[in-house]
């Protein structure tokens, strides 16, 4: 079984993946040339495969690694709750993380299929951040003062995930060898349901927000972000380790429903 397919290069990084045929299947893709191609272009757009059911989801990426387990089981479904615990299932903005700080293991790659995107224009765009990019251009003496820095992340525990961890800033991709940057953006208590609350080794507390304030200006320039406005039937990979991602609030009314899985 084939698929064949064509490519177009997205901007500032990030590929479509545009099926090209009868009979689509994302399944007749290998997960090992998808897998170099999501390294190389950090993001995949993959468009005109039909999306697959959660039990073939599943097998299909089993083929890329180990697929990392939740109390919920492998699947997440993104979806607004009436009463979210968590700011996921909230209709308000995700600020930059990256998946897995919090789980016995970080994924490599994730994977979200598109069941019902929110209109054009209401918003729910995923935000990526490409972190080599942003250490390729921060100029020597900003990456210096980065190195030095250690992060402690703690949250409770709401939902599917919460805890401690401690995270030096500038870490390297352990398949490509690029220096990257593990980094959340710290979620203020009144702001979101379930606060995210940094420590910054050698930083008083009006350095760290000075620090937070500035970084976040740095990482959220266009140069360094793609935005993907979903649409019905997107398939989209993501390289975990290179980037790190957030989500922008969506409206009142818009739907949107995501499905999620992570491949360590």
């Known amino acids: 079984m084939t698929t064949a397919f064509t490519?177009?290069?997205l901007s500032p990084f990030g590929q479509v993946v545009q099926a090209d045929g009868p009979d689509p299947d994302l399944r007749a893709l290998s997960p090992e040339a998808l897998a170099e191609r999501a390294r190389t272009h950090k993001v995949l757009v993959l468009r005109g495969f039909?999306?697959?059911?959660?039990?073939?989801?599943v097998d299909y990426c089993r083929g890329w690694g180990e697929i990392l387990e939740w109390d919920f089981g492998p699947v997440l479904d993104l979806v607004i709750h009436d009463e979210p615990r968590n700011y996921l299932f909230a209709r308000g903005d995700v600020p930059f993380?990256?998946?897995g700080a919090f789980a016995a293991h970080v994924p490599s790659f994730f994977l979200f299929q598109c069941v019902q995107a929110p209109p054009p224009g209401s918003g729910g765009e995923t935000v990526f951040c490409d972190t080599t990019a942003v250490l390729r251009e921060a100029g020597d003496d900003r990456v210096k003062q980065w190195d030095q820095l250690t992060v402690t992340y703690r949250t409770d525990?709401?939902?599917?995930?919460?805890g401690h961890r401690v995270q030096p800033l500038v870490d390297s991709h352990p398949r490509t060898g690029e220096?990257?940057?593990?980094y959340a953006e710290p979620l203020p208590e009144g702001d979101y349901l379930n606060p995210l609350f940094?420590?910054?080794?050698?930083?008083?507390?009006?350095?760290?927000?000075?620090?937070c304030a500035e970084f976040a200006e740095y990482v959220h320039q266009p140069r360094f972000c793609y935005a993907h406005e979903w649409r019905d039937g997107d398939i989209v990979i993501a390289d975990n380790h290179a980037l790190i991602h957030g989500r922008n609030a969506f409206g009142t009314d818009a739907?949107?429903?995501?499905q999620r899985i992570q491949m360590i």
């Open 7 to 9: 490519t177009t290069t």
């Open 179 to 182: 220096r990257t940057l593990r």
């Open 97 to 99: 993380h990256w998946d």
């Open 255 to 258: 739907p949107r429903h995501l």
């Open 50 to 57: 039909p999306l697959l059911s959660i039990p073939d989801l």
């Open 198 to 211: 940094l420590e910054i080794e050698t930083l008083d507390d009006a350095e760290r927000e000075r620090f």
């Open 157 to 162: 525990k709401l939902a599917h995930y919460g």
